[in-house]
């Protein structure tokens, strides 16, 4: 089976920076995604991590250790409109079209 | 592309009645599934298909089924609707390239059962 976790919410000043966090337990895991979702609106595609390291677009980036169980999703430069819920997604070997997601982290960007 | 369309956007049925989600993208992707979603409980997968004439369950399947005739429609049916199943329904689907791409959501329904 699969267990994903992530805070709930995190709070963060704009213009700064927020490290959103998401541990799992699964197995024949091969790939993490992440999505934003703004209230009331479909989830969008963030980033993609499939070996250990960091994969950085633009002011979003990504980080995964395989061996720890571990993602992060890192965004700079905080912005109002960075303002939504953040989902991290697991995909296994055995089903590249099933995903298991987390409950998803609500980022609340003050000014 | 239209890419993936949903109907419809809205929906209040009463407790017993039964109903169909539609759900089709013209992508030509493998991959299609059914969520739903609930407060503080992100997005639970229902049913999914890895092509057509396959439908596979998800984590919460009890109370709706599928078929997937063709590659781009894949209905969800509630057989008889319980407030339980009052939420947010969102159709997603991918390629099937021998790795994992990421899912492109419809905009979802928003279904309340009373």
């Known amino acids: 089976g699969q267990n994903i976790d992530q805070p709930t919410e995190m709070t963060a000043t704009e213009g700064a920076i927020v490290q959103i966090n998401c541990t799992y337990q699964?197995?024949?895991?091969?790939?993490l995604f992440w999505y934003q979702q703004h209230a009331g609106e479909a989830p969008t595609f963030l980033s993609y991590?499939?070996?250990?390291g960091l994969e950085e677009k633009g002011r979003f980036s990504s980080f995964l250790s395989r061996s720890k169980g571990y993602s992060y999703l890192l965004l700079k430069e905080l912005q109002m409109k960075d303002s939504a819920s953040y989902l991290c997604?697991?995909?296994?070997?055995?089903?590249?079209?099933?995903?298991?997601f987390g409950a998803g982290t609500q980022v609340v960007v003050t000014p | 592309n239209a890419g993936v369309t949903q109907t419809p956007k809205f929906q209040v049925l009463k407790t017993g009645q039964s109903m169909t989600l539609q759900c089709a993208q013209d992508?030509?992707?493998?991959?299609m599934s059914w969520y739903r979603q609930d407060p503080g409980m992100g997005l639970r997968l229902i049913h999914y298909?890895?092509?057509?004439?396959?439908?596979d369950q998800g984590e919460v399947p009890n109370g709706y089924n599928v078929s997937r005739s063709t590659t781009e429609d894949f209905p969800l049916r509630l057989l008889s609707a319980a407030p339980s199943q009052t939420s947010v329904y969102f159709c997603?689907?991918?390629?099937?390239?021998?790795?994992?791409?990421?899912?492109?959501f419809g905009p979802g329904t928003r279904l309340t059962v009373l």
């Open positions: 997603a689907s991918s390629r099937r390239t021998g790795k994992a791409d990421t899912q492109y």
């Open positions: 699964t197995s024949g895991f091969n790939g």
């Open positions: 991590n499939v070996l250990d």
């Open positions: 997604a697991a995909v296994t070997t055995d089903s590249w079209g099933k995903f298991q």
């Open positions: 992508m030509n992707h493998e991959y």
């Open positions: 298909s890895v092509g057509a004439g396959i439908t």
